[in-house]
């Protein structure tokens, strides 16, 4: 008997195992670098519209707001935030700080984001904002 030259069975059914198993682990890399990049675009719209919501604030009133963009929920809260440091002794304060906390969720697992900022405000700035409403 004679054996020729080739591959066997086996030989050929491990191989195509290898490639299928290769192939598989492949795609599943490429499907979890897809499931990660939106979620990368959903967080970074997230903090996109919880900056917005901060920066819309001009002149800070103690509060709580909330409402939706898109598929997004947010959540802006602002506070007074005592600064004993800006009073001077026997005259009214000048200038008031406020806190204010912007709280964005999204998604079956309501992931959340959020940005603080601080404001200071003059009394006289206080003062224009509620003559103009």
Do not use: C, N
Not at 48 to 68: F, H, N, S, Y
Not at 92 to 114: D, K, L, S
């Amino acid at each position: 008997m004679s054996r020729q030259d080739g591959f066997t069975l086996i030989e050929v059914l491990v191989a195509f195992a290898i490639l299928s198993l290769t192939v598989v682990v492949a795609v599943q890399g490429f499907a979890g670098g897809l499931r990660l990049l939106k979620l990368s675009g959903d967080h970074q719209r997230a903090i996109l519209i919880a900056d917005q919501k901060a920066r819309e604030v001009v002149v800070p009133k103690e509060g709580r707001e909330e409402g939706t963009e898109g598929g997004f929920a947010w959540e802006r809260v602002i506070k007074p935030v005592p600064a004993p440091e800006l009073d001077v002794p026997g005259r009214p304060a000048r200038w008031r700080v406020y806190e204010i906390t912007v709280q964005v969720a999204w998604g079956e697992q309501r992931r959340t984001v959020g940005v603080t900022t601080l404001r200071t405000v003059s009394d006289t700035e206080q003062q224009q904002e509620a003559g103009r409403r």
